[in-house]
């Protein structure tokens, strides 16, 4: 994903939860945690040099133990991840990553639709999907897919799974924390960058607690300790109760693990 992208505070999070959908689908949220890359605590950090990564997990994954029959001939193999996107009602599914290869991605450079992949749903729960609906990544979705989880069709049989550990997610997506402006007292920030499997690219971060002497993104806070010409001596903390909600519409919003997936199927 290129250009920037704004955070929002945990306030519009709620908004987003609670915005109504369009009247053909509901919109499709997802949740990460943010896991820091290497120590926290004191370090010194670089104007050019991010001075922490964070990986970005699934709340909640699962692995397909058979494999699972679509319609059309189409099928999701035994042994695919599959990562928890819900709605606002509480209605969970379990999609499939995008394919990040060169061909794939220009195969749906200009209209995303083209490359659409399959999200499996367990409607009584019971450990196994029986119905599948279609999705794609809008442009500037980042992280959760669109479609329509009220259309899911049943499946040809039931497709059994296990929870897995949101550490095997097979995806590589990250954040990079770098100190912008480290010696001004007036124009410290964190500047944020997020590779998708495709190379960094910037972000734009908006935390409302974030000041020149302790500058704030998303779940990390760097209390500054001294500055020098091109460093800063910080003390760098990440709140592991915050994370990354993600909408199909493109919003994005740090807050706790939302209620819908508190029941879902965990490691």
Known sequence: MSGATRFAASALAAAMLAAPGAAWAEPLYSYWTLQPIGPLGDMDA??????LEQRLLPARLVRLTETATISKGKSVAAGTFLFAVFQKDGQIAFCTTKDQSGGNVAKSLFIPMFDKRPCL???DRDGAFDAAFSVFDKYGSALTPSGNLSSAKPLAAPARYDAAAPEDFPAVRRL??????????KKRQIAVK?????GYAPWQSVSPDSTPAAPTALNVRAEVRAVTADSARIHVGANAELGLLGSSSGGFAVMP????LRSAVAP
């Open 46 to 51: 670089a104007a050019d040099k991010p001075f």
């Open 176 to 185: 990079a924390y770098t100190i912008a402006f480290p010696n001004d007292d």
């Open 257 to 260: 693990l939302p209620d819908a």
């Open 194 to 198: 997020f590779d998708n499997g495709g």
């Open 121 to 123: 749903v367990d409607r």
